[in-house]
């Protein structure tokens, strides 16, 4: 029994080669078809990424379902980003290439029609997405950008009102350090 968990049903090499080669090709598809699959807008968006491991699963062990084709498989998966990621550290240009750039999708409350086209947003999910930050409707939105990784990054035109309540806090505490900062030298001067 442990000869069978252990033992694996194909060579080496190949256990190496089958990740490196899905891992690539899903970088380069998953780039290729957009942010729109990583920011998960959808439960459609959702279902694409959890069958896709699935669906590359066969692919990356073959058939091997020994513990150790399995880890050698894993191995060579996070062998493989982790090699991507220091290349890509270093390359800038390259990575921007492969990562793309932001969406704007939201201008001073107006929404880029031709950019929600571009990305295939609907006015709902990007109403979602709003509303998530705490925002009524697109004209309370100075900037949303669809960043490459998937994420959105939303900037309202006027403050939250916890923004504006931390921004109060901050502006008395600066006064309370310029009122002890007086007494301080005040209490010095008395004395000396």
């Known amino acids: 029994m442990i000869e069978s968990m252990f033992h694996m049903q194909l060579p080496f090499l190949e256990k190496i080669i089958r990740p490196v080669i899905v891992y690539v090709f899903l970088v380069v598809f998953l780039r290729l078809f957009g942010k729109r699959e990583l920011a998960q807008l959808n439960p459609f968006d959702l279902v694409v990424l959890l069958s896709l491991s699935n669906t590359v699963q066969n692919a990356i062990i073959g058939n091997d379902n020994s513990v150790t084709g399995g880890l050698v498989g894993a ?29 704007v999708l939201i201008r001073d409350g107006k929404v880029d029609e031709a950019a929600m086209k571009q990305e295939t947003l609907t006015e709902i999910e990007l109403l979602s997405v709003i509303h998530k930050q705490g925002l009524n409707s697109f004209s309370d939105v100075e900037k949303c950008v669809l960043e490459p990784n998937g994420t959105f990054y939303v900037e309202a035109l006027t403050p939250s009102r916890e923004d504006a309540d931390l921004g109060e806090l901050l502006r008395l505490i600066r006064s309370l350090t310029v009122e002890v900062k007086e007494l301080r030298a005040e209490m010095a001067a008395r004395e000396g």
Do not use: D, H, I, Y
């Open 75 to 103: 191995f060579a998966l996070l062998a493989t980003n982790w090699l991507l990621v220091r290349v890509l550290f270093k390359m800038p240009k390259v990575n921007q290439a492969l990562e793309g750039g932001e969406t």
